[in-house]
């Protein structure tokens, strides 16, 4: 027996599932490029904004909603939540980063 590698994910449930599951992955192609089609067309009516105008404003505004999470933290209970996620991820960050 030769080592090879599973086709289909093992999708052998009935005949012509592999037909099925390509019909699915083309569908779902061709609504995200029909998706990413629409967005480039939005994205090219849009005029360019100056974004280097006040650094030290938009500087503190990354830290205050970027990092402190200050807008979801006024919600109390799902800010908690959001908070306890956001934080152990960041630890979960550091620990891989320092492995």
């Known amino acids: 027996m030769e080592p090879v590698r599973p086709l289909f994910w093992n999708i052998h449930t009935f005949p012509g599932a592999e037909i099925v599951f390509y019909l699915v992955i083309l569908v779902t192609l061709a609504l995200f490029a029909y998706n990413a089609y629409r967005r480039m067309q939005l994205w090219r009516v849009g005029k360019p904004e100056p974004r280097f105008d ?40 550091i620990g891989t980063a320092l492995a």
């Open 54 to 93: 006040q650094p030290l404003k938009r500087l503190w505004g990354v830290i205050q909603f970027g990092f402190v999470q200050w807008r979801v933290l006024t919600d109390v209970k799902p800010g908690l939540v959001h908070g306890a996620i956001f934080v152990g991820m960041g630890l979960l960050f």
